[in-house]
């Protein structure tokens, strides 16, 4: 069956080391997105992608990146960790504008 | 851009009670309205969907939800709520003008008591 993973499922890491959470997906799905929940915020999108190569800022892109270099694969980056980026990262992607999406199984990071 | 207001932080209800969830949003196009839910340390699982058609759409585990354009609402309900139906729930909505973002709400808890 296809799905979608993320990995790490939890990690600890120190103020200003570069972090990178993996999503992978099997859907074969052109859009991948990446957002973040907060107790009192819901989930915010981080960065999102409509196909390889492409990449754009969500409402809260500051200090992340992300890369497209295939169809399955959206890493994101944390630059430099900051504590305000601990936080539960879930990873998405969907078919097309109709159908729903589908979620990963999140990763816990704690930044201290 | 898109938008989704759910007012109540935490939703309690009896077992078999009627379950509502409320939702309301904003967007620039025609709305495309998502409910999931989220079970403690796990990911959003869809629930149901509107894109057009018929206002009222049923979805998993034996809930609906009923699209008003008018109110711009997108309540969700269950007839008879369970004590399994305890998690967060979210609403999301895409905007038709061709965005693919889903924006979500807050999302609200909810609280079967047996």
């Known amino acids: 069956d296809a799905e979608i993973t993320q990995s790490p499922r939890h990690k600890i890491t120190e103020t200003g080391r570069q972090v990178t959470l993996a999503c992978h997906q099997t859907w074969n799905h052109n859009n991948m997105f990446w957002y973040r929940q907060d107790l009192g915020h819901g989930l915010r999108l981080i960065h999102y992608s409509y196909g390889v190569q492409d990449t754009n800022k969500g409402e809260v892109s500051d200090g992340y990146s992300v890369s497209r270099s295939n169809t399955e694969d959206l890493p994101l980056t944390l630059e430099s960790a900051a504590s305000s980026q601990t936080s539960v990262y879930f990873c998405a992607s969907s078919e097309n504008l109709n159908t729903e999406a589908f979620f990963g199984q999140g990763t816990r990071l704690t930044v201290v | ?114």
């Open chain 2, 1 to 114: 851009a898109q938008s989704v207001a759910q007012p109540e932080d935490q939703v309690n209800v009896a077992e078999g009670n009627p379950l509502t969830v409320k939702c309301t949003y904003s967007v620039s196009g025609n709305p495309y309205l998502f409910w999931y839910v989220q079970y403690p340390n796990r990911g959003l699982q869809f629930l149901l969907k509107y894109i057009t058609g018929d206002n009222l759409v049923k979805g998993s585990y034996g809930f609906e939800a009923e699209f008003n354009k008018s109110q711009t609402s997108f309540h969700l309900k269950k007839p008879s709520a369970l004590v399994s139906d305890s998690a967060l729930y979210f609403c999301a909505v895409r905007d038709g003008n061709g965005n693919n973002r889903l924006a979500f709400g807050k999302g609200n808890q909810v609280v079967v008591i047996p």
